[in-house]
């Protein structure tokens, strides 16, 4: 006999019938997860290919009397304005990571690997500066550093005796360097986020096997601490060096006004224009232009996502590491935190302040203080423009969160947990949005819901400012699912399998439970970094969904500067209470790890 | 023939599992066949990497294999046409990690099956079940405390309940010792042993340790690259092996390679090798003039100081001692013998200095003449099955 012979079992038409079933219902559910990760993300690339290609001088791209050119293309590679606005971006992305990366390398350094006092205070303080809107640093800091009226240039010349009438400076936050200095301290966070777990996790015997080998301070640096942390910096940059290129905050708010246009303004110029029809096609051409020059970088930044797993300078291993004594240098380092929280937290927040009590800006001064009212703030309360504003706010960070984190967990699964070949191109897909800056964003969502006004009617609502904020942070929240879901043993739901659990109850009761942390911590920094954009929110707004951070922006163009305070000082207590829950919970996760 | 396959509680048939991996085509199982017979504690041993783990979960429901047939009591579970998924398999298992619930008590770890079944039982029924299963590990009275603040070894009890509280078909052991300590394990053995004759439970359990399998199983397949190499009692694979591989896997060998000079009516074979001529049982199809291996196990090689002195005079080589290494119980020698290292377990009373002559004996009975060409375990070879 050989092995080939079995026993005589009819085959029972029951599991044949149900596992027909199954296979459905998973393959539904992946494809219908593909489909709406294809929907939110190729259709607004696609839309833009589109549209550059299409003559569009106050028409609608998809409109017929706007014909099919190459025209869009000759005007912007043709036109040497285009290459001032890549220099300028150029160079305003080079300043202001430098200057970001040196602040958070050096505060890293500070609390990971040195004695330095108030560690966990400076960690907070640090983090706490995330809940402080790009728009909000920019209209502070344009208070603070106004040649001619800046607390800090009236405070500098008045220690150094040459406040004359009229006199300017030494600052002019209106100028390339103000921009590049504000839009680095914005950030710093961020940055420090991104690179203080390498610090910290970096094995100290490998510094202390250099040292005894013989190595001095500056060669151990050089040879050994840099090398290794070199993958976790490098992908820290490339991973900033896209959010400097699509930011836009703080192009709008202080280069405008200096005359300095990069990329970003730029297209929001031609989609949005103050007065005059919008020109899509030129738009759309700029914003394509934009996503090659973001795409190369992040493209770099997979593959060395890649090679840091292998690198694993990061062992999660808990070691007692010796710190570097500071000794006598501790009342400097001391004294540069100090100053470092004075520019990018407490200097803003009280110039805010002190704008929002006060009827007219004018410097503070003891004869001003007689005029110190609430007034902008009972004023608010009576604005149905405010109330309005702070609901549709709420209402769009609490949608967004849900729908983010919820694309995110889908997406996570099926790249984590299924070997379907098309695992990897999903992932690649959920990551695009990453690449894709703000404007082009908010642009071609615009584009979209255009089209489809009369079948999906979200155009001049919130609901098309949820959709485009899903779109963007879907990357974010994908990158964090993935994280949390892998460090979930398959076998914690295989065991479930075996009890004879389905798929919806190894969901329900085993993965949902154990992923909670991670989950209510991603919605949290979604919720948070959702109501702070303004890029999406002001090329989507309508009279009917006015966000807070348009109508701070709003309030600055129009020159009410105690209105822009005192709705800034409302959106701080939103953000700043935020980023300390972020705080909070990131912590409780990583207390139940 | 198919009757007796009726009173067969697994049967797998021809499993094949391909893997593709970058390089191309990974056969992490490659067409095997064996049987369980109800209440049988039957262990898959090899090492890492040899599809042990691969045909346990293909059994389980988690991989699906490229190509077989399983049943579980006459019911087909898997062939070409039906896969039936793992939650509707009816067994138990015990994963290598545990995988014990971190987020649930540990009265809702062992009420999860349960909990989850179709035929939902009443909650008196799930509690009353819940603690004699919890009762059955040694682990009554715990049910209320959080999963993860148990010790290694209650988690792995914790598993064990959580797998037999539904009265399952079968249980499944996916290395389920591999993570304890050594004392640990020891004592885990017996008592996963004598819960298995307790409740009579048919049992498949996989390690890559020979001392685990040895002494639990009541029949052992032994697997290699994919392959089974040989089936039978504990003893069978440890003093007949069926190829060079499973003499040496099994308890380590010392193994000279050579070419048949003889082959004897009584079944003692004689090999021609590098350190001499050695004399032992034929084993399998030797044919003279091919390539053959003489193994013998470490404990039976004998040292004595006379040549003379010798039980059995068969094969009698002339060595130094080269190393030593006491560990209590018994000493590892390493003895040169021409160019070649014999190594030799000796009592832990026996006394021999480093560079000392001494003669090395391998009694006829022990040494094992066994075809140097490797070839797959078939049913024929299994003395149960004839």
């Known amino acids: ?593 | 023939m198919f009757l007796r396959f009726i009173d067969d509680m697994i049967s797998v048939a021809n499993l094949v599992k391909e893997f593709r991996v970058a390089e191309g085509i990974k056969v992490a199982v490659d067409d095997i066949s064996f049987q369980l017979k109800d209440g049988e504690f039957f262990t898959l041993l090899g090492p890492s990497g040899c599809g042990k783990t691969t045909t346990l979960r293909s059994i389980a429901g988690l991989e699906k294999p490229t190509s077989g047939v399983i049943s579980i009591e006459g019911r087909k579970v898997f062939d070409n046409k039906v896969l039936v998924p793992a939650a509707e398999r009816q067994l138990g298992m015990v994963f290598q990690s545990y995988a014990v619930w971190p987020h649930m008590s540990v009265f809702d770890n062992v009420a999860f099956p349960l909990q989850v079944s179709d035929n939902k039982p009443s909650k008196a029924e799930i509690r009353s079940r819940v603690e004699e299963a919890l009762e059955l590990v040694d682990l009554g009275g715990l049910g209320e405390r959080a999963a993860t603040k148990l010790s290694g070894g209650q988690q792995q009890r914790l598993s064990l309940a959580r797998a037999l509280v539904r009265r399952p078909k079968m249980l499944l052991l996916d290395e389920p010792l591999s993570n304890l300590d050594a004392k640990l394990r020891e004592r885990m053995r017996s008592e996963l042993r004598v819960i298995q004759q307790q409740i009579g439970i048919t049992t498949l359990f996989v390690t890559h340790d020979q001392i685990e399998a040895l002494s639990m199983s009541d029949r052992v397949a032994v697997m290699n690259a994919g392959k089974i190499e040989q089936v039978g009692s504990p003893r069978d694979v440890y003093h007949d092996p069926a190829s060079a591989f499973v003499a040496d896997f099994i308890g380590g060998a010392n193994m000279f390679e050579g070419t048949v000079e003889a082959v004897e009516p009584d079944g003692s074979a004689t090999v021609k090798t590098d350190i001499g001529r050695i004399h032992g049982r034929g084993l399998h199809g030797l044919e003279l003039g091919h390539a053959a291996v003489a193994s013998i196990h470490l404990e039976d090689v004998e040292l004595v100081k006379d040549p003379s002195a010798a039980t059995d005079r068969a094969n009698v080589l002339a060595g130094r001692v080269g190393l030593g290494l006491f560990n209590g119980p018994s000493v590892l020698y390493r003895v040169h013998v021409g160019e070649r290292v014999v190594e030799a377990h000796l009592g832990g009373h026996d006394l021999f200095a480093n560079d000392e002559d001494v003669s090395v004996v391998f009694p006829k009975r022990h040494v094992r003449i066994l075809s140097r060409e490797s070839k797959a375990w078939t049913f024929e070879d299994d003395p149960d099955m004839q």
Do not use: C
Not at chain 1, 48 to 56: A, E
Not at chain 1, 73 to 98: C, P, Q
């Open chain 1, 1 to 593: 006999m050989t092995a080939v012979e079995t026993p005589p079992v009819e085959v029972e038409p029951q599991p044949k019938e149900r596992r027909r079933f199954r296979i459905t219902g998973r393959g539904l559910y992946i494809g219908g997860t593909v489909a709406l990760l294809l929907y939110l993300v190729a259709g607004p690339v696609g839309i833009l290919i589109f549209s550059s290609f299409k003559r569009t001088e106050g028409a609608l791209p998809f409109e017929a009397i706007a014909p099919y050119s190459l025209e869009n293309y000759r005007d912007v590679f043709l036109s040497s304005s285009t290459y001032d606005v890549v220099w300028n971006t150029a160079i305003y992305a080079a300043g202001a990571l430098f200057l970001s990366f040196t602040i958070a390398i050096a505060l890293a350094w500070l609390v990971e690997r040195t004695d330095i006092p108030l560690r966990n205070t400076i960690y907070t303080l640090v983090i706490a500066a995330l809940g402080i809107p790009a728009v909000i640093a920019g209209i502070s800091w344009g208070l603070l550093g106004n040649p001619r009226i800046g607390v800090v240039n009236v405070f500098l010349r008045f220690i150094f005796g040459a406040d004359a009438p009229g006199a300017e400076g030494p600052f002019n936050v209106f100028s390339f360097w103000g921009m590049i200095f504000v839009q680095a301290i914005t950030m710093v966070p961020v940055t420090f986020l991104l690179i203080t777990g390498a610090f910290r996790a970096m094995d100290a015997s490998l510094e202390e096997a250099a040292v005894v080998s013989g190595a001095s301070f500056r060669q151990t640096v050089r040879k050994v601490s840099l090398p290794v942390l070199a993958p976790a910096l490098l992908s820290a940059l490339i991973y900033q060096l896209v959010t400097v290129v699509e930011s836009f905050d703080i192009p709008l708010v202080i280069g405008l006004r200096s005359g300095i246009s990069v990329l970003s303004t730029r297209v929001f110029i031609e989609a949005v224009p103050i007065g005059g029809l919008p020109n899509y096609g030129i738009a759309s051409t700029f914003s394509i232009l934009m996503l090659v020059v973001a795409l190369g970088p992040l493209l770099y930044y997979n593959r060395i996502i890649a090679r840091a797993d292998r690198f694993g300078t990061v062992t999660g291993k808990d070691f007692r590491q010796k710190r570097y004594e500071l000794g006598r240098a501790k009342p400097f380092a001391l004294l540069g935190v100090f100053l470092y929280v004075l520019v990018a937290l407490i200097l803003p927040l009280l110039i805010l302040v002190w704008t929002s009590l006060i009827p007219f800006y004018e410097v503070p001064s003891m004869a001003a203080l007689e005029r110190v009212s609430l007034d902008a703030f009972r004023n608010l309360n009576d604005s149905a423009f405010f109330t309005d504003a702070l609901r549709n706010t709420i209402v769009v960070g609490l949608a967004v969160a849900v729908a983010a984190m919820l694309i995110g967990v889908l997406t996570a699964w099926i790249v984590v947990r299924t070997r379907t070949k098309w695992a990897r191109a999903i992932d690649v897909l959920a990551y695009i949005p990453h690449a894709m800056p703000g404007v082009i964003i908010g642009t071609s969502v615009l584009l979209i819901y255009l089209r489809l006004r009369e079948w999906i009617p979200v155009h001049g609502s919130v609901w098309i400012i949820v959709i485009a904020l899903s779109t963007q942070y879907t990357s974010l929240s994908t990158r964090l699912m993935n994280g949390a879901i892998s460090q979930i043993q398959v076998q914690l739901e295989e065991a479930a399998e075996v009890s004879g659990a389905n798929q919806t109850q190894i969901f329900r009761k085993v993965l949902l439970p154990l992923i909670m942390p991670p989950f209510i911590n991603g919605a949290l920094l979604i919720f948070l970094l959702s109501i702070r954009n303004l890029t999406l929110a002001l090329i989507l707004q309508s009279p009917k969904s006015i966000l807070l951070s348009v109508l701070i922006f709003f309030r600055w163009d129009a020159g009410q500067t105690e209105d822009t305070a005192a709705i800034g000082i409302v959106m701080l207590a939103i953000t700043l209470a935020m980023s300390i829950a972020l705080r909070r919970a990131s912590a409780i996760g990583d207390a139940t790890r």
